[in-house]
Each structure stands twice: as C-alpha cells, then as structure tokens.
C-alpha cells in the first residue's frame, strides 16, 4: 500500500499542496488510492458521494481541486456538460481508471481543459496500477496505456511464457512491489491469477530456485518498437466472429467516433452462421436519438464487415454500472441473452 501510494504520487507529481477529489467508492482499489496518495504527501482530499456528474464539477470548481482521478462512463458523462471555465486553471491534472478513455473523450476533456495534463492509466486491482502514459506522449499515442509504473515491471508473454514480439498480442504479466498476495479465502481463484514467473522469463537470474510469483492478468496487450503497451481486450470479454477475434473496446472506440451514441458496449452472443455475433446495447447521444439505421451505416463504413454489430439495442437512460462506476457489461449481455433465448 506504502509502495503503491509512493509510486502513483511520483508520477502525477503530487504534493502538499495539492487537492485531490475522491469521487470513486473507497472500496474500489482505485478510490482508496486517492486517499493513500494524497496522505503520503500531505495532500488534502475532498470525499464526495455525488447524485449526479454535475455534483462533480461542482465540487472541482468549489474546492479548487488540482487532481481528479475517474472511470471512463464517469468522464463520458462530465464532457457533455459545460465546464466552468476557471477550472482548468487550478485542476492540475486528470486521469482514468477501471478501463481504457474513449479517444472522443479524451479530446472533449481537453478541449474543455487545455491547460490540464492528462494521465492515461491501466491498472488492476490484483497489483495497484501498473501503467500510465505522461502527457507529453499523448498527442503522440493516445491510444497507448503508456509503460510500467515507478516500482513496477510489465512483461508481454506468450502462452509458453516466452516474451512476445514487438507489436504481438500478449498476456500483460505484472511483477515487483505493487503485486498483491492472493484473492482473500480463494485459493482457486488466487492459483488462476498469482502464478510463478517461468524460469526462462526476462530478468529471472539463472539458478534461481525460489520462484517469483507475478500477477498474469488475463488482459490481451501489445508492445510496440519503443516499449509502450496497447490494451486489445480481456481474454474472458473478447469475441470470436466469423474467425476473427475482435475486442468490444475496439468496437465501442469506433461508436463512440461517430458522436452518434451518448454510451455503449458490445459482447458477442452464439451464432451458428458466425460463431458469435456482436451485439450493441447504447443510449442516445445528448440532446438527440439514436438513429440505428443511420448508425450501422457509419459502422460499415469505419468497420471490416466481420466487425460490424448484427444488431443494436436502444438503452433509455445511462447504461447501469457495477459498484465501482464502470459500465457494467456482464449484467447488460446476461440480460440480453436471456430476453433473447426463445
């Protein structure tokens, strides 16, 4: 936790001065960091249990917050609000968590505030965080998760726990400090997710006999030439279709682009014909409808054909969300699928 709270505050510059808003449940791993982060610099953190996205620029705006840390649906929301314009003069930085920024909202963040850094991050609740990407590479990558965390070491491996070529889907294994000791009273799951680092894995000294126990975390990732990670998927979540594997994230990126959906999340359903077929449950963008016939057109334009959703259901309201503020996509597909057996 110690380790964890002085590897995050390093990166995002953290000081006393700083005021740090702790919007996400304490619960959330996450959430708790704002706390832990900002004690370890003596920073101040404002807790709030908002209704409503508004209540969150009120109290950025109110309490001078220099540092706001949220899930992407959360962030989704907050750009189709108007932003007070002073505050990008004291809120220092933003950043995301509990899955990867929508590149259309990344942009509405910054045009609302372009004197803010922003901090792409991927983490996972079985070591802390694990990535970030600095500001200064984000014109350059934005799509990247960025590299290891101070503290931290993020190997790409394959199946046989070789090292991945650049640019090879992999599994994105996290090892040092920040790696958690187990799930608790679950040892079947702890077995699945905390394994032993394969002897010929990069760093382990020849010889060794103790073995290094790592978080694999069941995440798909590449590695480019210069060592910064692309997320693809979670191996659990990802669709095979017509012979192709597809991520959501990649689907839901593309609906987003279109500025025709307000939220949305795609999961594959059994087909005979295709293997699975991609679903799309989204709302109405603000202040307007969802046209879907209009939307499948943009798809077919911007997708290969195999990637483009055999249907699309019209959500009323903001899509439902887990206890942690993400888009909860498990309860949506399990509800689909079992409107949809007969």
Known sequence: MVAGAKSVSSYLENHAGDTLLAALPLSFDAGFSQLTTAFHVGARVVLLNYLLPRDVLKAIEREKVTGLTAVP???????????????TEHLRYFANTGGRMPRETLEALRRHLPKTKPY?????????????????????????????????????LRDDGFPCAPNEPGELVHRGALVGQGYWNDPEKTAERYK????????????????????????????????????????????????????????????????????????GVDDERLGQAIQ??????????????????????????????????????PLPRNPNGKIDRKTLSTAWIEKNAS
């Open 196 to 267: 032993p680092l394969p002897v010929h894995a990069p760093g382990r000294e020849a010889g060794l006999v103790l073995p290094e126990i790592a978080v694999f975390s069941g995440d798909t990732v590449r590695m480019d030439e210069d060592g910064f990670l692309y997320f693809i998927g979670r191996r659990d979540e990802m669709m095979k279709t017509s012979g192709y594997r597809v991520s959501p994230t990649e689907v839901e990126e593309i609906l987003y682009a279109t500025k025709m959906v307000g939220e949305c999340v795609a999961f």
């Open 73 to 87: 649906p959360l962030y989704i929301q907050l750009t189709q609000l108007a932003w007070p314009e002073s505050t």
């Open 280 to 317: 799309v449950i989204a709302t109405a963008p603000p202040q307007g409808h969802l046209d879907i016939t209009a939307l499948l057109m943009e798809c077919r334009s911007r997708m290969p054909a195999y990637m483009v959703p055999q249907g699309i259901e019209i959500h009323t309201g």
């Open 120 to 156: 792409l991050m991927y983490g996972l609740t079985e070591a802390f965080r694990s990535t970030y990407l600095p500001p200064s590479e984000v014109d350059k990558r934005p799509d990247s998760i960025g590299k290891a965390i101070p503290n931290a070491e993020i190997l790409v």
